[in-house]
Every structure is written in structure tokens, then in C-alpha cells.
């Protein structure tokens, strides 16, 4: 994590390892709004066919907690609403939490430069947003904390998970 940064960041190549994380974080005691996630659906999930047009948004189910098919199980219920994006060639682009308003909403095409832009704009490079992008596109799942105070805290939990972020990215 690069020093002074309020927002840690988290790639797991593993979905199954991005829930754990979103556990430990919850346990830690941080707020579903300072949480954020960004994925793609799985094909099999059914909530949005590649091939069309249309914008499905979904929303976690408070009781059984699922989220696009069940990736995340009842963690994902602790988030912020859930929004899936589709976009052509790739899928529907989940987002829940904190990143849900980078993509809810944002009709085809624009649900990827929402999230490089949200990235931008909450203090990341321009090719460490572009990297983040490219790695939820690639199919890995991006977390973000933001809290100024335990930043630190929410990157340790994180990579306690198998995480990695722009500047630990492996080769």
C-alpha cells in the first residue's frame, strides 16, 4: 500500500478468497459503505445474457444474502445493494458497495470507464486504475476500503486473503 493512501485495494484472482476477505473485514468492523467490489457475473449465473443489450441490475437478497448467482454467499448481503452491468463480449459487471455507483446505471460501454473514472477519483494513477480494470475484465475481483484511519488495517486483511494490488502485482 503506498503511503498516505486512504483507500486500500485488493485483486483476487479467486472469488472464494475476495469472501473471506469481505468477512474478515466485516468482522473488523468496517461499514458496508466503505467497502466496495467489482466482478464479472460467472456465465452460468443467469441474471444477464452477453449477447444483448440490456442493463440488468440486481439486488442482494437481505435473507439468503445471494449476489449474482451465489459468488459470495451471504457476505455479500452485508453490501450495499448489487448492480450488474452487461457489457458485450465480457458479460454483466457486478458491483456492490462502494462501487456500485461506479457501474449501476451506466448502460452498455460505459460501465468500465465508470470505474476507471471512480478509480481516478478516489486517488488512483491513471495506469493503476487502468490495471484494476483491466484485471476485473481479465475476471479477478477488485475490493476497496476506504477509511483513512485503518487503511493500513483494511490492506492487511486483504493480502492476508491472497490479494495484490498495482504495486505488489505479480509479474
Known amino acids: 500500500m503506498q503511503q498516505g493512501r486512504t483507500?486500500?485495494?485488493?485483486?483476487?484472482?479467486?472469488?472464494?478468497d475476495a469472501h473471506q476477505a469481505l468477512r474478515e473485514l466485516r468482522e473488523a468492523g468496517f461499514s458496508a459503505d466503505q467497502v466496495g467490489l467489482a466482478m464479472l457475473q460467472s456465465p452460468d449465473a443467469g441474471v444477464a445474457d452477453p449477447g444483448t443489450e440490456e442493463v440488468h441490475h440486481i439486488r442482494?437478497?437481505?435473507t439468503t444474502g445471494i449476489l449474482a448467482g451465489g459468488m459470495l454467499g451471504g457476505v455479500a448481503g452485508w453490501l450495499i445493494g448489487a448492480t450488474a452491468v452487461a457489457v458485450p463480449g465480457l458479460g454483466a459487471l457486478v458491483a456492490?458497495?462502494?462501487?456500485?455507483?461506479?457501474?449501476?446505471?451506466?448502460?452498455?460501454g460505459a460501465a468500465a470507464g465508470g470505474l476507471?473514472?471512480?478509480?481516478?477519483?478516489?486517488?488512483?494513477?491513471?495506469e493503476e486504475a487502468r490495471y484494476y480494470h483491466e484485471r476485473v475484465h481479465g475476471g479477478s475481483a477488485l475490493v476497496t476500503v476506504r477509511d483513512a484511519a485503518r487503511a493500513e488495517q483494511a490492506d492487511?486483511?486483504?493480502r492476508r486473503h491472497g490479494a495484490h494490488d498495482y504495486h505488489t502485482r505479480p509479474a
Open 7 to 16: 483507500t486500500a485495494v485488493g485483486v483476487f484472482e479467486d472469488p472464494g
Open 60 to 62: 442482494v437478497d437481505e
Open 96 to 108: 456492490a458497495g462502494a462501487l456500485v455507483a461506479a457501474v449501476g446505471g451506466a448502460g452498455i
Open 116 to 126: 476507471l473514472g471512480h478509480l481516478i477519483d478516489q486517488g488512483f494513477s491513471h
Open 156 to 158: 492487511a486483511i486483504l
